[in-house]
């Protein structure tokens, strides 16, 4: 069994034809197809095409038959997008079953000739013979090699035109990235990893990734740009991968102009709902734009833009893939499936209105369909704008490594020795103690003016009485010491020292069950 690569998988076989008629050599693949149970979609005086039945080992497989300067090109080509780029010798067996049963089924018409060649003619004449450039495949058969993918072409424009500025965008960010991390790391290579963290992350902004606050604060644009922005080649192959894919198939339904408008459309709206359960970090990519144009397939599928029998693999395909991609991001690790949901729903919402088929007595132009979409976007834009308050988490979350680098200090007290001078106890407690304590108070006053969610608004309370708390029982050690050089601590001292760490150890156990 052959295994066929590529982009989209398919076998194809150059028969020629002779002397044997071409009429006569569709109707024998005709009876081919009716014995072997493949559902027969389309047939004209220039070829047919069928599919094979769905299973759990394919979507499906489209069959056809083309004839061409006296060759019959009989040909198996995957319908559904194939992983691993490689269509499991399902191709191969097809055209196998195909020629093998082609002899039988030559043999058993020999006797009703006349009445199929009349029977034939008769149906042709009322056939669309133009249908080959209008199939669900038809744009993938002009993708003769693997740089096809990147040219426009009729009913293939704007699909690599975003191919290649993704790809382009991705190079220029890692360019621009490698050179400011060697500067960084050149003109300081002994600092902090923190400091030289914090700077990367800000110059990664420039890009612009989505970021809740600074949407929040007026950047809209970055709910398109981040659209763009990739992390690393396989999540730009991926992505890469589905586009290609999906603008081979819809985008010569939709028009370019429909198509674009979806995909960044929404991809806005995939990037609205992430800002909105994500209080913090950067959120790139373009899988809710990807996804929306999933939507968009399955809102074409179901208003029957593509035949009947394509339409039921085409579906099936497209849902399997999508409950993948969906269950992967709910279990998966830094995943945006918010993004993901949120682009789904509305590419399909989106493409719906776009296409729809109104009624003899409501006639929508095309302007008006996109006016409906736009209006529907601000509307969302406003509900999440106004309805997502702006927490200030990042803020939060510096001062609270602060905050614990004050409280690791602490630890030191729990190590004086008996044997220290009564001056050197007093220091550390002073400078391990009281004046980190001090800090501490000083910083959960910061922490209050903050905008936070509920689980940062619950730290900030315990992180509060633990400040406040520290310093009591460091100021009661500094008392107990100046009062016994022998270090002993008062039952009220050890009391207090025991209610800090174990208010520290229950914080941090509540938080970890919090979240």
């Known amino acids: 069994m052959s295994i066929s690569w590529g982009y989209s998988p398919k ?49 499906s497989e489209e069959i056809s038959i083309r004839i061409l300067n006296n060759f019959a090109v009989v040909k198996s080509e995957c319908v559904g997008i194939q992983l691993l780029l490689n269509d499991y010798g399902k191709n191969d067996s097809n055209l196998e079953k195909f020629f093998h049963e082609f002899e039988y089924a030559q043999y058993h018409l020999q006797e009703v000739w006349d009445q199929k060649l009349t029977e034939f003619h008769e149906m042709i004449a009322t056939q669309d013979d133009t249908y080959f450039e209008k199939a669900p495949l038809a744009t993938k058969n002009k993708i003769k090699n693997v740089l096809y993918l990147f040219f426009p072409q009729k009913g293939y424009l704007v699909t690599p035109i975003l191919v290649v500025l993704n790809v382009l965008y991705y190079a220029l960010m890692f360019v621009i990235s490698a050179i400011y ?10 600092s902090g990893d923190v400091n030289l963290t914090n700077e990367f ?7 612009g990734v989505n970021n809740r606050n600074l949407v929040l604060e007026g950047q809209f644009w970055r709910l398109f740009t981040y659209q763009f922005i990739h992390g690393s080649l396989w999540h730009l ?12 198939m819809i985008e010569n339904k939709l028009g370019w102009k429909k198509f674009l408008f979806i995909y960044l459309l929404s991809g806005a709206c995939g990037g609205l709902l992430s800002l ?84 003899n007595f409501i006639v929508l132009k095309p302007i008006a369909r996109y006016a409906v979409s736009v209006i529907l976007f601000l509307l969302l834009s406003g509900a999440v704008l106004h309805f997502s308050p702006r927490y200030q988490t990042e803020e939060f979350y510096k001062l609270k490594d602060d905050f614990n680098k004050n ?75 100046q009062a016994d050089s022998t270090f002993r601590y008062s039952k009220t001292t050890s009391t207090e020292i025991g209610d800090v760490v174990m208010l520290c150890y229950k914080l941090s156990d509540t938080l970890s069950k919090m979240r």
């Open 407 to 481: 409280l690791m200090s602490f630890n030191g007290l729990m190590h004086l020795k008996i044997s220290q001078s009564k001056d050197e106890k007093l220091f550390l407690i002073n400078s391990e103690g009281i004046i980190p304590a001090k800090k501490n108070i000083e910083i959960t006053k910061k922490m209050q003016s903050l905008t936070l969610k509920k689980i940062d608004a619950f730290d900030r309370e315990k992180k509060a009485e633990i400040a406040r708390k520290s310093y009591r029982a460091a100021m009661l050690m500094y008392k107990d010491v």
């Open 181 to 190: 991390a060697s500067i960084l790391f050149s003109r300081q290579p002994n």
């Open 201 to 207: 992350l800000e110059m990664i902004l420039n890009f």
């Open 276 to 359: 909105s359960f994500h209080q913090m970090g950067i959120m790139i990519g373009a899988s809710g734009s990807i996804m929306g144009l999933y939507g968009a397939f399955l809102a074409l599928l179901i208003n029957n833009f593509y035949e009947k029998y394509a339409r039921q693999s085409l579906l099936i395909s497209t849902l399997c893939v999508v409950s993948y991609i969906l269950i992967n991001g709910a279990f998966g690790q830094r995943v945006d499936n918010a993004a993901h949901i949120g682009g789904f729903i509305s590419g399909f919402v989106l493409c719906y209105i776009l296409t729809f088929k109104a009624n």
């Open 11 to 59: 076998i194809e076989k150059y028969i020629p034809l002779a002397d044997f008629p071409a009429d006569r050599y569709l109707i024998i693949a005709r009876q081919v197809i009716e014995n072997l149970g493949w559902k027969l979609s389309h047939i004209s005086e220039t070829g047919l095409i069928a599919y094979t039945p769905i299973s759990f080992q394919s979507y």
């Open 237 to 248: 192959f991926f992505n890469m991968y589905a586009l290609i894919y999906l603008g081979l």
